[in-house]
């Protein structure tokens, strides 16, 4: 489980670390290898906590995996349940022929015959935000109204979506990560990307550096 001792501890170079390199005295990205080596310890701690859907799959949080999220967002949509009191949470990758099949099952699963309040945030594709069409945003938000559970009310979430969803460049879609201990976004941690940030992996011209 990931704490504050853990987040703040400083790196310890291990010979038979299987995920991190580290780098010798004299190099000169020594100081943002290091930091960026940190921050992949945190996302792979965290990944062993999460479950994330696959395209038209709905994964449900557990005790051993509280994390849950999803990527590869480009023309499907990302759904999110989260039941504050109980700490619970769904999430569910709709591809756009089958989102409102994707939802139904997140709400026969989520519904467990008691009152319940569930907050949630639809997350369209990287393609569907790129190219304005919101049809399928407002297809999912009329399932919602027409079609909950006289027992359980839905609620938007107050949380804004830029900030908590991430854009993976390389692919130009979008993910996202949602911790339900907390109920925090965890996307910038989970999904960190050392090619984004790390001037050794990015092309010299980006970065002020020349040609």
Do not use: W
């Not at 859907?53 to 709905?58: N, P, R, S, T």
């Not at 849950?68 to 769904?90: E, H, S």
């Amino acid at each position: 489980m990931l704490n504050d001792e853990f987040l703040n501890n400083d790196i310890k170079i291990k010979d038979n670390n299987e995920y991190l390199q580290y780098i010798v005295e004299d190099n000169p990205y020594k100081e943002i290898d290091e930091i960026c080596a940190k921050l992949n310890r945190i996302k792979f701690a965290m990944l062993r906590e999460a479950s994330l859907a696959e395209m038209g799959c709905v994964v449900e949080s557990s005790q051993e995996r509280p994390i849950v999220g999803t990527q590869a967002l480009d023309t499907c949509y990302g759904i999110l349940f989260y039941d504050r009191i109980n700490k619970k949470g769904l999430v569910g990758h709709g591809a756009p022929s089958s989102k409102v099949a994707t939802l139904h099952e997140m709400m026969q699963r989520i519904n467990d015959g008691s009152v319940k309040i569930i907050e949630y945030m639809i997350i369209p594709g990287f393609r569907n935000v790129d190219y304005k069409n919101l049809s399928g945003l407002e297809e999912l938000l009329q399932e919602i109204r027409e079609h909950s559970p006289s027992n359980i009310r839905f609620v938007p979430m107050e949380e804004k979506l830029g900030p908590n969803v991430k854009l993976h460049k390389n692919t130009l879609t979008y993910e996202f990560a949602f911790d339900t201990r907390n109920g925090k976004f965890v996307s910038e941690e989970i999904f960190f990307d050392e090619t984004e940030v790390n001037p050794r992996y990015i092309p010299k011209s980006h970065h002020g550096m020349g040609m």
